[in-house]
């Protein structure tokens, strides 16, 4: 009984503070975002090409690389943090940029986290380009940046799931942002340490609040895409082979 | 335009394609005719230097393409080939057209105005902005076509252009080819496992069974001189075997074939195991009584009517003259001659309408001349 109503209140708080947009809710959601997005974006940008490079190149141990990052999609975020904080603590190879416990450090953490399953799903979005394309590309006079280009566009619905994916991911995970970031109040706090710390603490409605946020910006997330892909849905099933969720 | 030399192509230790030697004549529409598998995709591709032989060369308006890749782009690109599977991108129709410009760094204004004429050639002039994937099988490989020919290629390479097409889109499209090619001069060639498509549209066929070209030439001589049973079944004729030439003047031949003798015109000696072609359209019927006189340039074989077969406005009559033969009548002379299963009739063919191969493994054959 007493559980319930503890959960009952936490609920009726949560939504105080969320209309009352409380500061301190506010600026560690706007910190998650800013480091999420950041790690996010920097992915993509090494995941399209790195990604292009592997699938689009022979080489020797080409299947054992992409086995090496498939395995790496479910790489626990302690490991990724223990690995970024050995290197940038203060006494590890980079730590003179004194990098640990600031969001560049955990910008860094999470875009190492997102990295294998960005590359991954950008191998698998182009290898689900038709390999007609490709040949018709090459047989219209296209160059190899040209025909390269021109299917990762192809892709591009795909490699967008590819980015939110990354995105998710980075956004909800724990162990970067609670071994590099520290949790430091007002500087490396994110919604996730936030709700793992409040709830030890008992203020139950303030991780009620932020566990809220938290699965609205994922449903932001989902609806800007399905926007994005809502002119072109029809033509993304037949590209993906169903509707992107 | 283009001359192969003892061309092969191997994948995964399969060679697909075997010592080609071919050259394409500029401004011609060349057949490459076959079986699925025979090795024309296989072919085109190498044509397209989108793939390299193994052995042999090719050269492109006398010039070689072993070169680097860069070259071999240049040379790609006065070529345009048109895949089995339309392989459209997902953009708009005009944009998908615009692709071979595009890569071709070509002024923006200047594509629009090219995009918008081919699409007018094509008449798909409506859909320039509808999404291509969206399009129906017919349209989507116009537009595959178009995207091709808007690069205005000296060779327009297309492989089973209308394979899985409506009979509606398929005349459209094979109306398109020789526009093209008879209005700008491309030079066309064309893989297609139809028979009629590659006798109403080529000039000469080339006959690729399993890797090998077999036959190359004018349609008269791949339709009426096939040289082997292969071929001579792949372009409509059944040919009868069992056949030994007995004598051969002048090259007119007697041949004995099961119960009855034959006279036919070839170069092949006696002693020499053989089949005979009779195409259909040659035969003509008539009743016992009215048998011209067999001559030496002239069968006249007597029969008894087994099968009776619609074809369109004629009838494919098939009767048993000791060999069988199939002869086709219109179906107005079929009811004048009051021709029904059982009716004795008499075969006329003349000796050049007997086309005779040589059919040296006969006796592994036995199930020859089964008729359809």
Do not use: W
């Not at chain 1, 394309?133 to 799931?161: C, H, K, N, Y």
């Not at chain 2, 410009?101 to 002039?125: A, D, H, P, W």
């Not at chain 2, 051969?248 to 053989?274: C, K």
């Amino acid at each position: 009984m007493n559980e319930v109503q503890e959960i009952i209140d936490g609920v009726t708080q949560a939504f105080q503070l969320i209309i009352t947009l409380n500061p301190e809710l506010l600026q560690v959601t706007a910190l998650s975002l800013y480091i999420s997005l950041s790690a996010t974006v920097l992915s993509t940008l090494i995941a399209i090409p790195v990604g292009g490079l592997i699938h689009f190149r022979e080489f020797a141990g080409k299947r054992v690389l992409i086995t090496i990052i498939q395995t790496l999609y479910s790489v626990p975020t302690v490991i990724i943090g223990l690995l970024v904080f050995l290197l940038i603590s203060r006494s590890g190879p980079l730590g003179i940029l004194g990098l640990l416990f600031t969001p560049t450090g955990m910008i860094i953490g999470q875009t190492i986290l997102i990295l294998p399953i960005m590359t991954g799903l950008v191998i698998t979005a182009l290898s689900g380009v038709d390999r007609n394309i490709r040949d018709t590309l090459v047989s219209l006079g296209a160059t190899e940046f040209q025909s390269i280009a021109q299917i990762v566009q192809e892709a591009r619905f795909a490699i967008l799931g590819a980015v939110i994916l990354g995105f998710g991911r980075a956004i909800s995970e724990v162990g970067v942002a609670m071994m590099i970031g520290g949790n430091i109040r007002g500087e490396t706090r994110v919604l996730t340490t936030s709700i793992a710390l409040e709830t030890g603490m008992g203020n139950f409605g303030l991780s009620i609040a932020l566990g809220i946020v938290l699965l609205a910006i994922a449903l932001v997330v989902v609806l800007i895409m399905n926007l994005i892909t809502a002119g072109a849905l029809s033509d993304s099933d037949k590209i993906l082979g169903g509707p992107m969720a | 335009m283009i001359q192969m030399s003892g061309v092969s192509r191997t994948f995964g230790g399969r060679t697909v394609v075997k010592g080609i030697d071919l050259e394409i004549r500029r401004g011609e529409i060349f057949a490459l005719i076959g079986p699925s598998g025979s090795g024309k995709t296989t072919l085109l591709r190498l044509i397209d230097l989108l793939d390299r032989p193994n052995t042999g060369s090719i050269r492109f308006d006398g010039s070689p393409t072993d070169g680097p890749e860069h070259e071999r782009r240049a040379v790609r690109r006065r070529m345009a080939m048109v895949f089995q599977k339309p392989g459209v991108l997902n953009a708009t129709v005009e944009q998908n057209i615009a692709f071979g410009l595009q890569f071709r760094g070509m002024q923006k204004n200047r594509i629009q105005k090219n995009v918008t004429s081919v699409l007018e050639m094509v008449g798909l002039s409506g859909l320039s902005r509808r999404r291509a994937l969206t399009l129906s099988g017919g349209e989507m490989q116009r537009v595959a076509i178009a995207r091709a020919i808007v690069t205005e290629p000296e060779v327009l390479l297309l492989d089973e252009p209308t394979a899985n097409l409506d009979p509606l889109s398929t005349e459209i499209i094979e109306n398109l080819i020789v526009r093209v090619n008879r209005e700008r001069k491309t030079t066309v060639i064309l893989a297609t496992h139809d028979m009629g498509q590659g006798q109403r549209l080529a000039s000469r066929i080339g006959v690729l069974m399993d890797g090998r070209l077999v036959q190359a030439g004018e349609i008269y001589d791949i339709f009426y001189h096939p040289v082997n049973r292969a071929i001579a079944t792949f372009v409509g004729i059944d040919p009868v075997s069992g056949g030994i030439v007995q004598s051969n003047e002048n090259n007119l031949a007697t041949i004995a074939i099961r119960s009855v003798s034959i006279q036919a015109v070839t170069a092949l000696r006696s002693g020499e195991r053989v089949a005979l072609c009779i195409r259909p359209e040659e035969v003509t019927l008539s009743l016992p009584e009215s048998c011209p006189p067999a001559t030496s340039a002239r069968n006249c074989l007597a029969g008894t009517i087994t099968r009776l077969l619609p074809y369109g406005p004629f009838t494919r009559v098939q009767v048993d003259c000791g060999i069988p033969v199939t002869a086709l009548v219109t179906r107005r002379s079929s009811e004048e001659l009051n021709l029904s299963l059982g009716t004795r009739v008499n075969a006329t063919i003349k000796a050049t309408a007997v086309h005779v191969i040589p059919d040296p493994d006969a006796a592994d054959n036995p199930a020859h001349g089964m008729m359809e």
